[in-house]
Structure formats: structure tokens, C-alpha cells
């Protein structure tokens, strides 16, 4: 189903999103960067499905969005100080954090026993999220290894009538994913250069390792 996204029909498009996803669905939708593919976070068939439609390989895990700090409680145990001071200087925006992942969670959405997630900007995936109170998958809508949407057209094309319900915002506002940066231990790992420019920041408070760029997520 492909609904287009508009001021009259937001608040039905916002609740027939969770409803979709609440039953093990897969939706498409805008974020404050690009498009991504969103699935209930523990619903294990919800997210093969995703790995499947993507061809995503095994090592790679799902990011995450949320609708506030406090559902962090539910992926994570460990919030060290760097991720605090960034959570209050960036969150809401498009800053991905990487975190120790709580026991239990699901092997889709961790790497090395880690989890990563972030609280998006003002865009309908920040409302999303907050009106269903559980985290959602956001990993870019593409087949692994081609461009991440920008709009709707390009989702169609990549994954036909494949996905349950298809959220048309229009053209995404940047072509820059967001950035990431892995803050599991005390000292931070910038893993991807995106939107938010990190760098002068990290380097004021500590020394900062910095990975290769990773590919789209």
C-alpha cells in the first residue's frame, strides 16, 4: 500500500503505521535524512524480512530510531558520559550512537554485542516513533550495495510491492546519511562521517579513533 503523506491525513497515516508495524509489517518512510525500512524491534520475522528484501549479508546489523531517551532502557544497560553529553547536544538529529547492546536482544540488530540507534530530528519518523513507544528499524531503503532512496519512486523500484505499507513524503532532504559514532567505551570511535560534523567536538573532549567511512546503512 502506498499512501502520500499530507497535513490532512497525518495523524491516520502516523496510527495505520503502527498498526502495520505492530503486527510484524514492513513499512517505508521519511526521515529527517533518507528513506528507511522500519520493523518492530523485536519481532524476529519482521526483521528477517528486512535482511531478505535487502540482501542485506549476515555481519550487518540494523540501526535503530526512537522516540525518546528513556526507550534506550530497552536495547541498552550502559550509557557512558560521551554518549550523555552527545545525547543532550544532538538528540533529537541525525546522530547514530552505537551502544553495548542489553542481553537478549536480537542478533539482527547487533555487532560485536552492540546496538545502534538514535532519536531522528522533526520529521515524521521522530512522530512515529514516539506514538508507537518502541524502537524501529531505519536501515536505508535499498537493495544492499545501491543508492538509499530518496523517494518513493526509487523504493518502488527496488522493492516492487514487496513492503507492507509505503509512506510517500516527498524528496528526502539530504543526500547524507547520518552520522555515526560508537560510544560502547569510554573512549568514542567515529565510525561514519554524515550530516552532523563531529569531529571538532569529540576532539575537544578526548582523543578520538576514527574508523574507515562503513557503507550505507
Avoid: C, H
Avoid at 513499512?27 to 519481532?43: Q, R, W
Avoid at 525518546?68 to 547514530?96: C, F, H, K
Avoid at 515524521?124 to 524501529?136: D, E, Q, T
Amino acid at each position: 500500500m502506498l499512501i502520500a503523506l499530507s497535513e490532512n491525513n497525518y495523524n491516520d497515516v502516523l496510527i495505520r503505521a503502527k498498526e502495520v508495524l505492530i503486527k510484524g509489517g514492513i513499512i517505508a518512510y521519511p526521515t529527517e535524512t533518507l528513506y528507511g525500512l522500519g520493523a518492530k524491534y523485536d519481532n524476529e520475522g519482521a526483521l528477517e524480512k528486512i535482511f531478505s528484501l535487502k540482501n542485506r549479508p549476515e555481519e550487518k546489523a540494523l540501526t535503530l530510531i526512537i522516540g525518546n531517551v528513556e526507550q534506550l532502557s530497552l536495547i541498552t544497560d550502559s550509557i557512558t558520559p560521551i554518549a550523555q553529553e552527545l545525547i543532550r547536544t544532538y538528540w533529537p538529529g541525525p546522530l547514530t550512537l552505537v551502544f553495548k547492546a542489553k542481553e537478549g536482544l536480537s542478533e539482527r540488530l547487533k555487532i560485536n554485542n552492540t546496538v545502534a540507534a538514535r532519536v531522528p530530528g522533526d520529521s515524521f519518523a521522530l512522530r512515529l516513533a514516539k506514538i508507537v513507544n518502541f524502537p524501529i528499524t531505519a536501515t536505508s531503503a535499498n537493495i544492499s550495495n545501491l543508492p538509499a532512496a530518496q523517494d518513493v519512486e526509487t523504493i518502488l523500484s527496488y522493492f516492487d510491492e514487496k513492503i507492507d505499507l509505503i509512506i510517500d513524503g516527498g524528496k528526502s532532504p539530504t543526500i547524507q546519511p547520518s552520522t555515526i559514532v560508537d560510544v560502547s567505551k569510554d573512549e568514542p570511535i567515529l565510525i561514519r562521517e554524515g550530516i552532523v560534523d563531529l569531529k571538532s567536538f569529540l576532539i575537544s573532549k578526548r582523543p578520538i579513533n576514527v574508523k574507515s567511512p562503513l557503507k550505507s546503512k
